[in-house]
């Protein structure tokens, strides 16, 4: 589709008049520019501006779909910065203390209103945030004292893309602060990082990362767990047979399951409606199994941003599992029950140091 192939529904009466498109409903020509009529935050509408044609499309594409769309509100920062503070509720089930939400206005105001001023939060982006991080530095602040004052502005950038008044690429994944050591990021968790991660995951992912972490288990393999997989051993205790790995050796290990772990998951069975040897454990309302973008992206991503440990990812679960295996029965076993066919691989690359703990840890760290 190109400007010179639309259809007006008339003629404009001057240059700003926006003008309908013939079989695009929503879609508009003001001026040599289109417009897409889009909902705002506030329940309104607006009619955004696009300076591509392709970047028109694409946001009448999706608003026709249904999906919700970031539409310019021109929010000032200023404004925005100060209501912010006086709502904000903190990351995490702790909120935000007295004291925290002090320094968090004296840094906006200190720094960050007189700064960014009355720019509409649409109209920051990774360049403007570079700006004022290189403001910061000039100020002769440590690498760390900076850090913590990008801290407080990317927390108000982050409930402002909740609420949408802003999109979430317009705020930079990394901020580089110059001298700044760098950090080694740890490959395994505490047990109770451990506990104040999964008390962050969303419930209806609760389960599955509790069986992750218990296991040891790949991320794949946790979404593919079957019902079928589940064993009940002589002695009265329930393994995990994994039926589907990464590699052909991690096929057909069994995993002995924590004993309040496997309370979970039988009682679960009885529950659930899609209990067949061949459906998922962890399933969705439909029967379906989780994928495993939603699932870190909904699940793990919210509760390791909430419980302030941004290193982690799924596979920090896998390591630490390995580790606290390691600790209190051998690399030997360790190693098997990861489903590597050399020790030494899981010496190298799967097991750190770490205080040893009783592996009763399981149902402590997950519940039981």
Known sequence: MHLKDLKLTREP?????RVAIEGHPGLYLRGNSLVVRTPN???????????????????????????????????????YALEWVESYRGRTRRGCSDDAREFNRWVIETYAIPYFKRRPLEKI?????????????????????????????????????????????????????????????????????????????????????????????????????????????????WSYVVDRSKTEAGEGRAIPLAPGLAKRLVALKLETPFNRDIDPIFATREGTPFLVRNVRRR???????????????????????????????????????LGHTDSRFTQATYVHAYKPVDMSFMDDVIGG
């Not at 909430?306 to 209190?328: D, E, M």
């Open 13 to 17: 009466r001057h240059a700003r008049d």
């Open 299 to 337: 699940g793990f991503d919210v509760a390791r941003d909430a419980a302030g440990l941004p290193w982690a990812t799924p596979h920090t679960l896998r390591h630490t599992f390995a580790t606290w295996v390691k600790q209190r029965d051998g690399v030997e076993v360790a190693s098997k029950l």
């Open 41 to 79: 935050a506030d329940g309104g509408e607006s009619f955004p501006a696009y300076k591509t044609e392709a970047a028109a499309l694409k946001a009448w594409h999706t608003v026709k779909s249904g999906e919700p769309v970031i539409a310019p509100v021109r929010t000032r920062f200023d404004r």
């Open 125 to 237: 982006d990774s360049r403007v945030i570079g700006g004022f991080i290189a403001h910061l530095e000039r100020q002769g602040f440590a690498p760390g004292t900076t850090r913590r004052y990008w801290a407080v502005v990317r927390s108000m950038f982050s409930e402002a893309v909740e609420r949408r008044h802003m999109r979430g690429e317009q705020i930079p994944q990394r901020v580089i602060i110059k001298n700044e050591p760098k950090q080694r990021k740890p490959k395994v968790l505490t047990s109770e990082q451990a506990k104040a991660l999964l008390e962050a995951i969303p419930g209806r992912y609760r389960l599955l990362f509790d069986f992750i972490l218990a296991t040891g288990v790949r991320i794949s393999e946790g979404v593919a767990a079957t019902w079928g997989a589940l064993r009940r051993e002589a002695d009265g205790s």
